[in-house]
């Protein structure tokens, strides 16, 4: 959690206006009463309304909520949006978790631009899920293969001028 809080401040460091106005109207949405606090209720109105509640951890609430004091307050709610709105929302495949950090995705799939089979290490070191391709590479390793050592026959891609999380 250390790292998307760290990640999720360098990003707001470096917001477009643009991308101001929307951190602030994701706020305004969480924070429905206007007290300038997200507290449980609204933080599960809003994965209710927006259908997150199956891939959120349970505990996500307490890992936002850095000071303990039980609401989320706006800096605690810059790592939400990036969490949502900056990495996306990926969801393993396998199990439905939201994916942050390490995870593997499909090198077919990726490579084809479809959409991404995405599995979390746990489901990929159990073979817990059913899909037509077998290679995977984690996404750290997809970032830094490029053209050169990427063999998978017609389907070489630049994958290094396609990157994985395009803001
Ligand atoms: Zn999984
Ligand atoms: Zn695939």
Not at 23 to 39: C, E
Not at 129 to 150: E, G, M, P, Q, V
Request: net charge neutral.
């Amino acid at each position: 959690m250390e790292e998307m809080r760290g990640a999720a401040m360098a990003y707001y460091a470096n917001m477009s206006i643009d991308q101001q106005q929307k951190l602030l109207s994701f706020y305004k949405s969480l924070d429905t009463n206007g007290d300038g606090k997200v507290s449980i209720p609204e933080y599960l109105d809003f994965l209710v309304k927006k259908g997150y509640t199956r891939h959120m951890p349970s505990n996500l609430f307490k890992l936002l909520d850095e000071n303990n004091d039980g609401t989320l307050d706006f800096e605690e709610c810059v790592t939400f949006f990036y969490m949502i709105n900056v990495r996306r929302l990926v969801i393993c495949d396998g199990c439905g978790s939201y994916l942050w950090g390490l995870y593997f995705l499909c090198v077919k799939c990726y490579s084809a631009r479809k959409r991404t089979y995405d599995l979390c290490c746990s489901c990929y070191r159990n073979k817990n899920f059913i899909h037509a391709h077998s290679n995977f590479l984690d996404n750290c390793a997809l970032l830094r293969t490029n053209t050169k050592n990427f063999e998978y026959g017609d389907e070489q891609t630049c994958i290094s001028a396609y990157p994985l999380q395009s803001p």
